[in-house]
Structure formats: structure tokens, C-alpha cells
């Protein structure tokens, strides 16, 4: 379905789900309405989150175009863990926290992910991405474990060793996109 927010046409899904509050999701690229059955007034939840959606979409577009541009690397599944192993330990001693698990899976919506005991998890499709997003993102899940949130203290820590993690932050959605074009495609 298409809807049209100031000069841009969204395409948009519908997802019904058993749930009490609808929720707005971009994390294939596209838009997605996961509404609870009965939903009716989705127009009127755009409309409420039309700024939020035409912003999200304009960031997504800049990506997919940029995707075009950018180079899988060619790296096997033992490696990526090698260097995410060793990465992890070498963090985690600057950092001074404990890890406990390392996991190696392939995420639906992240690259990486931290648990409350202190178990990290890695996108197993980081194995495309150039050596300095992998040390990023393993970096971003270390800091997780000092600071759960996105807060001020952990943009500190991660600007402190990556003054352009914005840049590295933006890559990683451009990744994200190239290798979902990727999948859908095979
Ligand atoms: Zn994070």
C-alpha cells in the first residue's frame, strides 16, 4: 500500500498481530504496520507519525542508494568468529568488564545484541563487512555491557575510541540494506 507524506510516496505493510498497541517498524527498509486485529485507524496512526516516518525514510533511501556502492567482503564464518572472539577479549580487558558467552547466530534486525548476563551475541552476516565495522560493532557490544542504554555515558565511551562511530553507525545500515537486497534476491 502507498501513502503519500508531504512530497514523498511510502509504501507501507500491514502486519496483525495478537497485540495490544500498534507499533511502526523500518527494519527491513520498508514500513511496516504491526497492528492489533481489529485495527482500523491506520491512517490516522501515519498521520500521527508522519515526521518520524518521512524522516526514517529519507535516512533509508540515502542508504540504499549508497549500498550500491559498497563492497561485500569475502570472509568464512570460522574467521569472523576468530576475529570477534579476539576483538571481544582485547575490549572487554580495556574496558574492564566480563564477558560470559560469545554466540554467533543470524539476527533478524541487529548486528549485535547483549544480554542482562552479560552473554554477547553476533550477527553471523558480519562476516561481509570490512574489518573496521566488525571491530565497531563489537566495540558498540562491549560498551553495552558498562551501559545497558543508548545514553550519554555510552556515546562517551564509544566516541572516545571511534570519534566518527556516527559515520560507522550509517554504515552499518547501508551494509544492512545491501545484504537484505542481497538475501531477498537469492
Ligand atoms: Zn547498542
Known sequence: MLVKIYDREIEYEIDYRNIKYPRLEFKTGKLLLVLPRNYKDERKLIEKYKDWIYRKSLIIEEAK???KEKKIEERGEEELKNIVEKLAQK???ELRVNINKIYFRKLKS???SCSNKGNLSFNILLKYLPYDLIKYVVFHEIVHLKER????KFWEIISKKFKDYEKKEKDLLIYWFLLQKDIHNK
Request: hydrophobic content about 30%.
Open 65 to 67: 542508494k549508497k549500498a
Open 91 to 93: 575490549f572487554a580487558k
Open 110 to 112: 541487529k548486528w549485535g
Open 149 to 152: 542504554r543508548h545514553n550519554k
